[in-house]
């Protein structure tokens, strides 16, 4: 009997309640190393992911750091970020997430405390329907449940790759698309009301 959860979506079409899947039987995942920056600037140019690059809707942005690697470079390119990878930060700030998009001029890495979950298949569609699942109350919930220590929270990768998340059906990912879609929206519209506000704000006093 498949494990059921409750939907994350309070869509009109959403189905009530979802069959499950084990995470890790869809993805590959990994954790970063520590790769620091090195003085060679003859070393190839790697641009370092970092929670400060992440923004709460959409891709993730042209991370801003660089780093110059020659010696770390074989470690880094194992590392490397791919195509719809999504990052998710499971040491200090817990659960921010984002998904890494296509036609990257440069190598991309990511920072130690994210966790790289990159799907075998349907790889946008699959990373889109998992970073709308674990922005919902579901996915809130088991990384509350997963999370440990007290001074620094932290999340096993381990315990992390036998999450249960929606099974990865075209149901669920074309609502997931929908909903991420209308995120995107909502946040630009949001800039464009707070640039209105900075605006409004400028003209007082009146010169």
């Known amino acids: 009997m498949s494990t059921m959860i409750a939907s994350y979506s309070t869509a009109a079409r959403a189905p009530q309640q979802w069959a499950t899947t084990v995470l890790s039987e869809h993805t590959t995942i990994l954790r970063a190393p520590l790769i620091k920056g090195e003085n060679d600037r003859e070393g190839t140019r790697f641009r370092l992911a970092s929670i400060t690059d992440m923004d709460d809707h959409g891709f993730l942005p042209v991370p801003q750091r660089v780093l110059h690697l020659a010696n770390a470079e074989p470690l880094a390119r194992k590392y490397e970020l791919q195509d719809y990878d999504v990052l998710l930060t499971i040491v200090g700030t817990i659960g921010r997430i984002t998904i890494v998009p296509p036609n990257r001029s440069e190598p991309w890495i990511s920072a130690s405390n994210m966790l790289i979950i990159r799907f075998h ?26 999370t440990h ?21 075209d149901e669920v990912r074309a609502l997931s698309s929908e909903l991420f879609e209308q995120e995107r929206e909502l946040y630009r519209q949001r800039a464009e009301l707070l640039q209105k506000v900075y605006q409004l704000q400028a003209t007082y006093p009146p010169e």
């Open 149 to 169: 220590g007290t001074t620094i929270p932290i999340i096993s990768k381990k315990a992390f790759a036998k999450t249960r998340i929606p099974q990865l059906t």
């Open 121 to 146: 298949e349907e790889r946008r569609a699959n990373a889109v329907a998992f970073t709308m699942f674990m922005k919902g109350p579901r996915g809130r919930a088991i990384l509350q449940e997963l």
